[in-house]
């Protein structure tokens, strides 16, 4: 039921699995589920060459409001806000940047994983 999820009984043995039905709906790949997915999530926006002047409509945020710690449930964040912009755009103007290696090492970091290579 929808209340419960989907339990699966594996035969003779004694092994019950229950899988809830929003973990279901997150993981499914069905050509019906991706048309409802990306009227939820738009597509990314296209830079277009009247563009040029990308400091005027890319995101920003300064290196503080991004690397602020925030309670936890907090939804409109600079740091989430910028996480948005990042993923809408695929580029992030930060401010104030550290001077150090080390320090931009952090920030980067936040974002995720550092990678050796730049493609």
Known sequence: TWDTGVKLH????????????????HHCHS??????KKQFNPPMKLWKNQDSDWTTWLPRVTCEEFMA???????????????????????LVVHNMPLTESGTQEVV????????AFY
């Not at 594996?10 to 709906?25: A, K, M, Y």
């Not at 970091?109 to 050796?116: A, C, D, K, T, V």
């Open 31 to 36: 050509s019906a589920e991706s048309i409802r």
């Open 109 to 116: 970091e936040r974002i995720g994983h550092m990678q050796s």
């Open 10 to 25: 594996s035969g003779e043995t004694i092994s019950n699995t229950c899988f809830d039905c929003s973990w279901l709906r």
């Open 69 to 91: 710690e925030e309670p936890v449930g907090t939804k409109k964040t600079a740091f989430r806000a910028a996480m948005k912009g990042l993923r809408d755009y695929g580029a």
